[in-house]
């Protein structure tokens, strides 16, 4: 039965304490305190996400034979510089002969619809950089939607982080496709999608 403090030096009773430490103002005005005693409902809780700091793809050792599920391909391949390279921390590249580009890609299907917020991407080392790219997104593989234009972002060895606006779709696939570059390889050392989350 404490009273609500009023001068410096006052004891403080829990409710008071409490509602300090809840009294972020949201955009509707009302404080999280307040959301909590009368938002917190199951849609409410349902629909916060998360953004996961963990790169969605695992280690993979094949473009598709491997247990994780996630299926990598790609329209050009050049020997053992496969695409899952560059899934994986102790293989080289995806890489091929440089030559006219038209729409060379490497593709991710994922498990289940997932929603991105950001993609890692590291070209190949030397001077082999990638001029024009773009970055995709599709339910179905056949209707791509451009999620990222890279047409003014050179990509080299140099490890590059993009992020994506917030209110992307889910999608299956996700692409990235190459339309210029120079040097006599191209292709790519690291590609990765992080994942935004619903809290359990």
Not at 102 to 108: E, G, L, M, R
Not at 138 to 155: A, I
Not at 181 to 192: D, K, S
Request: aromatic fraction near 14%.
């Amino acid at each position: 039965n404490v009273p609500i403090p009023e001068e410096p030096l006052d004891a403080s009773n829990k409710q008071y304490v409490d509602d300090i430490m809840f009294q972020t103002i949201t955009n509707n005005g009302k404080t999280v305190a307040e959301l909590n005693r009368n938002s917190a409902t199951k849609n409410y809780v349902d629909s916060r996400l998360f953004k996961n700091s963990v790169g969605l793809i695992p280690d993979l050792n094949s473009n598709d034979k491997n247990k994780s599920g996630y299926v990598i391909s790609a329209n050009v391949e050049d020997g053992l510089h496969k695409a899952f390279n560059v899934f994986n921390s102790r293989k080289g590249d995806w890489r091929f002969p440089t030559h006219d580009h038209q729409n060379d890609w490497i593709k991710i299907k994922c498990n289940e619809p997932t929603k991105i917020y950001k993609f890692t991407v590291r070209g190949l080392a030397g001077e082999d950089h990638i001029l024009k790219w773009a970055f995709h997104g599709s339910v179905n593989d056949k209707d791509w939607v451009l999620l990222y234009d890279g047409n003014r972002e050179v990509l080299d060895y140099k490890f590059a982080i993009f992020y994506l606006p917030s209110d992307i779709e889910y999608y299956t696939y996700y692409r990235f496709s190459l339309f210029l570059a120079n040097g006599e390889y191209t292709g790519l050392n690291h590609l990765q999608i992080y994942s935004v989350d619903k809290i359990l």
